[in-house]
């Protein structure tokens, strides 16, 4: 199903649709791996494209029915760094950053999901303890990243300690640690502060980018591995990095 080299691009790219609504429908975290670069990219690329289509489309319906985004989170980013600092941060460090928060422990060993708890608790921390932005570096810094290493640690010593129990959940769960990536992905790229009622309505289409990139990031980690996640994001952060210089 995969052998790209014996299917015309249309049919790829459908394939490819089925595959992740299928893997949406029944996720599945034993999925057969496959180690050939070309065709891993290859695949990768096709998922980009994908989700640029949908993204055009979700423009074009946002656009004719005239709701007021606001201001996109790259946009307050953009006013902290200099342009050449925004795109290494928008196309390297932040996807490295939140592919390991939310894809990284996909794949259950101790040491990826306390990496993920220590970044996740670091911005849960960051946002609902004190307010602040992810990169805020001058309220509590060093309370958040503290607090945030001490619950990771304390993970990594449970989750190493219990390992085959903790392994036994991710399989027997796996659909919903999937589901909840999804969830949170989505969420944590939502300006609450600028959430109004008119926008609370049209919530499930003001979220479908981020839903729709973490479906597919999600399994890409789980199919291709963590590097080709952090390259699918990468990509889709070209166009909203630039426009955004």
């Known amino acids: ?39 891993n990219l290859s695949a990768t690329l096709t998922f980009y494209l994908i989700h640029l289509f949908f993204l055009i489309l979700w423009v074009t319906i946002i656009f004719i029915i005239s709701i007021d985004l606001g201001s996109p ?6 006013e902290m760094m200099s342009p050449l600092n925004f ?21 259950f060993k101790p040491i990826y999901l306390s990496i993920s708890i220590l970044l996740l608790s670091y911005i849960l921390i960051s946002r609902l303890g004190y307010g ?27 989750s190493k300690k219990y390992s085959r129990n903790f392994s036994s959940f991710w399989d027997a769960n796996f659909r919903w640690i999937y589901y909840f990536s999804i969830i949170v992905f989505a969420l944590l790229h ?6 109004t009622l008119g926008k609370f309505l049209f919530f499930p289409l003001l979220t ?12 890409i980690r789980i199919k291709y591995g963590f590097i080709y996640a952090c390259l699918f994001h990468g990509m889709n952060n070209i166009l909203p990095g630039l426009s955004n210089l």
């Open 87 to 107: 795109m290494l941060y928008a196309l390297i460090i932040g996807p490295i950053l939140e592919e390991t928060t939310l894809r990284l422990s996909l794949v």
């Open 132 to 158: 602040v932005g992810n990169l805020d570096i001058e309220e509590h810094l060093w309370v958040r990243i503290i607090s945030s290493i001490l619950i990771a640690v304390f993970t990594y010593l449970i």
């Open 73 to 78: 989170p790259a946009a307050k980013i953009r």
């Open 190 to 195: 939502l300006d609450f502060a600028e959430l």
């Open 208 to 219: 479908f980018p981020q839903v729709l990139f973490a479906v597919m990031s999600g399994y």
């Open 1 to 39: 199903m995969d052998n790209q080299e014996k299917f015309s691009f249309k049919e790829i790219v459908l394939r490819k649709i089925i595959i992740i609504i299928n893997f949406v429908k029944d996720p599945d975290n034993n999925l057969t791996k496959y180690y050939d670069v070309k065709k």
